[in-house]
């Protein structure tokens, strides 16, 4: 079983919030990956790392932003909630070296009123 | 910019039938993943196709990695009921960021 966790599971949140969405590794890894996904839709990669200190943003244009200050913690930030950022959040690790293998954690379905 | 795409969208099975997915790339790839997400899970990883025209088998499942590493595809002999799902595929340059397919939803009817 993997250790990646997110936090929270689901959040129901109003227009014009700030949140963050948690994501944590106990594995070590290296690469750390945040996925939006709608319902029976292909996941789509908004942003990514490469360790400590490194953050890029992927395909999906996204008005979110990520930090990576330790190795195990790759959190999530929406400034201002907007409805149209009402989906499924995933964050992925993956340990890169001897195996790209990502391993996803449960999910945040963020719902924005 | 990349693009994957998969083939069919949908696809529903008798219990016992073969189903097969198909991967397309509009660029060539370094190597290419497969995952399987269950209704209202998460993707969890199958297999990882590195070298041109591999093919790798996991029990009824046959993956392959075209000759020109822009297409690969996924066959299940037999299909089970415990094989429902959606089945992406995933794919890079090079990098560590990879660009999910957008995805087979396979149902099979018992």
């Known amino acids: 079983e993997a250790d990646i966790y997110q936090t929270p599971r689901y959040l129901v949140i109003g227009t014009g919030k700030k949140i963050t969405l948690e994501c944590s590794q106990t594995?070590?890894?290296?690469?750390m990956y945040w996925y939006q996904q709608d319902p029976g839709m292909e996941l789509h990669l908004i942003h990514y790392?490469?360790?400590?200190?490194?953050?890029e943003k992927g395909d999906l244009s996204s008005e979110s932003t990520v930090s990576r200050i330790r190795t195990e913690h790759f959190p999530l930030t929406l400034e201002s909630a907007r409805p149209s950022h009402t989906s499924q959040y995933l964050c992925?690790?993956?340990?890169?070296?001897?195996?790209?293998?990502?391993?996803f954690g449960p999910g945040t379905r963020l719902t924005v009123l | 910019g990349q693009q994957v795409m998969q083939i069919p969208q949908y696809q529903h099975v008798q219990e016992g039938e073969d189903f097969t997915t198909y991967c397309n790339s509009s660029?060539?790839?370094?190597?290419i993943q497969w995952y399987k997400q269950r209704p209202g899970g998460h993707p969890v990883f199958l297999i990882q196709?590195?070298?041109?025209?591999e093919v790798k088998k996991q029990k009824r499942l046959t993956f392959q990695f075209g000759e020109a590493k822009k297409n690969s595809s996924l066959h299940i002999t037999a299909t089970q009921t415990t094989d429902v799902g959606t089945y992406f595929c995933?794919?890079?340059?090079?990098?560590?960021?990879?660009?999910f397919g957008t995805g087979t939803r396979l149902k099979v009817l018992a």
């Open positions: 790392s490469y360790g400590v200190n490194s953050t």
């Open positions: 196709l590195v070298k041109s025209g």
């Open positions: 992925a690790s993956s340990e890169g070296q001897r195996s790209n293998e990502q391993f």
């Open positions: 594995m070590g890894h290296d690469k």
């Open positions: 995933a794919g890079t340059p090079g990098t560590y960021k990879y660009i």
């Open positions: 660029t060539t790839l370094s190597n």
